[in-house]
């Protein structure tokens, strides 16, 4: 999966006095005093990430069409194991490949007819196995143009990562604003997620373009997913730091 540099965040900083605030006990053997009560910097980021599809499935045609039954099965037949050997040999697994026939009777012959599908994760394998059939099986056989998409975990890391960097986002700036005052960033006091938004690859079902007229760089590039996250936090600001003299 790739993932595009963030944009610089735009931020939000709010120095904030909390009234009435209660002193909690400090807690024994602290060696540093409590932050003083009330002090808060409010700071809002956000970042934006896009991954490209991790699958891409691939189907296969082919048909005969004979006098006899048996050789409309058998000429189907062969071609099919051709297939499912080279992918294996290639590190296709049986589980990524289904085939589906329809075998039926057209006027005095008869016509068998198998698509098998296969679902790559390594597209340059993909690349390399279209490219023998076409080269092994010619016309016998018609490959379509890959499809590529994401799958439900892909997804789910993607909207993970863009929340994660929107955070991380977030606390560094909160870090230049607490150092712009001569101040130390404490902990998080809240963080809320405040908008996320997703488009491309499975967020859009009809591209604009003809499949067919697409190249394999623009069927992954349209195919990519795209997520922003925008964060607000609220962090705890602490004193500026003592250094202490170590005693020899």
Known sequence: MSLAAPPPARVFAELVSVRSPTL???????????????REVHVSGSAELSAGPDRARVSLRLGSRK??????????????????????????????????????????????????????????????????????????VTISPPHFYHTPEAVDTLRRQVCVAAVGNTRRKAQEVCHLFGQSLGKPLLIREEETKEWGGHIDSHLPNSPDSLTLQERIQNATAHASCKVFAVFEIKGKGTRRTKLL
């Not at 085939?99 to 009777?105: I, L, P, Y």
């Open 67 to 140: 006098d006899e039954a048996g050789a409309a099965r058998s000429s189907v037949a062969r071609r099919l194991e051709y297939i499912a050997q080279s992918a294996r040999q290639r590190g296709v697994l049986e589980e990524n490949m289904t085939v589906t026939e329809d075998f039926s009777r057209v006027e005095n012959t008869y016509q068998m007819e198998a698509e098998v599908c296969i679902v790559f994760s390594d597209f340059g394998k993909m690349q390399n196995v279209c490219n023998l059939l076409i080269e092994k099986l010619g016309t016998s």
């Open 24 to 38: 909690a006990p400090a807690p024994v053997g602290r060696s540093e005093p409590p932050a003083p009560p009330g």
